[in-house]
């Protein structure tokens, strides 16, 4: 019975607590939205600015004020607040004093009622105290800043056809002119709580991006106080191209221009060499090198062809440049010859291809053991790989020293081999083996072509 009774004085006391707790919970709940209403409601308002920021210093709820900016573009300033409050109030308006650092003494306006607001206001600091009805003394007080965003412009430095000025460009770079008919400007405002602390600035930072052609932007940030800004393209294209430039601050004022470049950069493009169909890289090899320059004026440029050991040829205003050129490789040299045009303009500016590699083998001879002369396509003539070579003799003897067919001279690529037959007889040598004897000289011995090394010597099986 003890333990039935305790209990039901605990539940009781606990029901009242919970009732006490929920008085105490709705009082807190209105004394916080009384002490918060002036303030949530409390809010300086520009219901057609173009922007806004907030100061660098704390007001005494230790949030920022607002500065709110209206983008003039030459028009008659604009600005406007506003503030919402509940019940009726007394609302002065005070502008502030940028050469006493202070808000006026006497308001400038004063309104009634739940809402004010002041329209076509000048750049500036405002400030506005509500008095409630039923008060003698502001109850509080907010301010906010106004900024007349004066807007901007630039023009870039071009010639009368639209095109960036000769004396602007160079081989390593190119120089763009911007000049600006409105700096940058900035703004200066005060913290209402410490005035003597001093002024306090914003600066609306202008940014410029500048793209080439279909190409990304670049961002390039200036510093647009001055009279006249520098931007620089330090790999100017080798193609006529556009520039286009824009100029926007941090509130939406956005300006662009654009420039032709014409191309003072040679350039010009290799195709893959034309070799010999048969033994490329037997000397003598026969190249023919194709290129295509790009569209600066032909006849005011200089083509330089290096060929890579020492030869070149030049053609420049006295003589057309062509677009195709020929050159023959005599001397062997397996690690190759590096071919490359350096294209000059008029201007001086040089521009070199990638090289290409010719390769030219060093002299071989290798002979078959094996010659079927059937007429099946197939091993039809003797022939021995001759690579280089710039003379050739041979001659084919029989088991007796019989001389069947000999050879001689320079033309390897155009001789066809021997066909099987006896020489001046048009009768088909017989089956078994043969001799021959071989005298060469290679390419690598300029001195002369005559057949010099060897004999070399050796045998083949004729088969039918």
Known sequence: MLFTTDAKRVKSVYKDLKAENFDFRLFCIGMLACCSLTQAMGQLTAHNADGKTITVYANAYGNRDTIFVFNQLNQTPQGNLSLQQSGTNTFKWYQFDYSARDFAETPFATETGAATSQDGLAQGGYKVTVTPQDAVAPRDSFVAWLYMNPGFSFNL?????????????????????????????????YNPARLQQGALTFDNRITFTMRRGSGSAVVTLLNTQGTTQYLRDNSPPYENTRYYFRAYDMFGVEREDNIMYQTIIPYATLHPPVLPGVDPTSAPVPVRFTCRPNTIDLQTSEYAWRFGNGDSVVYNSSNSPPDTIKYTYYTPRSSGYQVALMVTSQWGCTYTTPSVKITVDNPQLEVANVFTPNG?????????????????????????????????????????????????????????????????????????????SGPYSGSFHLYR
């Open 157 to 189: 430095l071009k010639d009368d056809h639209g095109e960036v000025l000769y004396n602007y460009k160079s081989c390593s770079f190119t120089n763009f002119i911007l000049r600006p008919n409105t700096v940058q400007s900035s703004f200066t405002y």
């Open 376 to 452: 099946d396509t197939v091993n039809d003539y003797f022939k021995p790989l001759a690579i280089s070579l710039r003379g050739f003799e041979i001659s084919i003897y029989t088991r007796t020293g019989k001389r069947v067919y000999q050879y001689r001279g320079d033309d390897l690529r155009g001789w066809q081999g021997w066909d099987g037959r006896i020489e001046n007889s048009g009768k088909d040598a017989a089956e078994g083996v043969y001799f021959y004897t071989i005298k060469a000289a290679g390419w690598d011995n300029p001195s002369t072509k005559n057949p010099q």
